[in-house]
């Protein structure tokens, strides 16, 4: 069982950055790729960014590549997504998930992941 809490959310202009954080309890947290996934009002879940669980895999969404960044500490178990360049239409609610797929690959689909978050809100201001 992993319980996940994301935070960081908040209002930003258009431009601006901000840093989501999403720790993890238990202690198998580095045996699980972790995903970034957001859901706008009226629209389905959908991908954002992931890590595998070893790190050394990052997978983006098309609409993100460039602007966000994600990371993860296992020694704090905590995954991490900067965002930056942020647009209007980055608005959501912004969940963590985890899956339990070892090894340096990530997968994209929200039926992949096993556990999330209860979501941060991300408003950005035009």
């Known amino acids: 069982q992993v319980q996940l809490v994301e935070s960081g959310g908040g209002l930003v202009q258009a431009g601006g950055s901000l840093r989501l954080s999403c720790a993890a309890s238990?202690?198998?947290?580095?045996?699980?790729?972790m995903g970034w996934f957001r859901q706008a009002p009226g629209k389905e879940r959908e991908f954002v960014a992931a890590i595998s669980a070893s790190a050394g895999s990052t997978y983006y969404a098309h609409s993100v590549k460039g602007r966000f960044t994600i990371s993860r500490d296992n020694a704090k178990n905590t995954v991490y997504l900067q965002m930056n360049t942020l647009k209007p239409e980055d608005t959501a609610v912004y969940y963590c998930?985890?899956?339990?797929?070892?090894?340096?690959?990530?997968?994209?689909?929200?039926?992949?992941?096993?556990?999330w978050g209860q979501g941060t809100q991300v408003t950005v201001s035009s």
């Open positions: 238990g202690r198998t947290f580095s045996s699980y790729a």
């Open positions: 998930a985890a899956d339990w797929f070892k090894g340096d690959a990530v997968r994209t689909r929200v039926s992949s992941y096993d556990y």
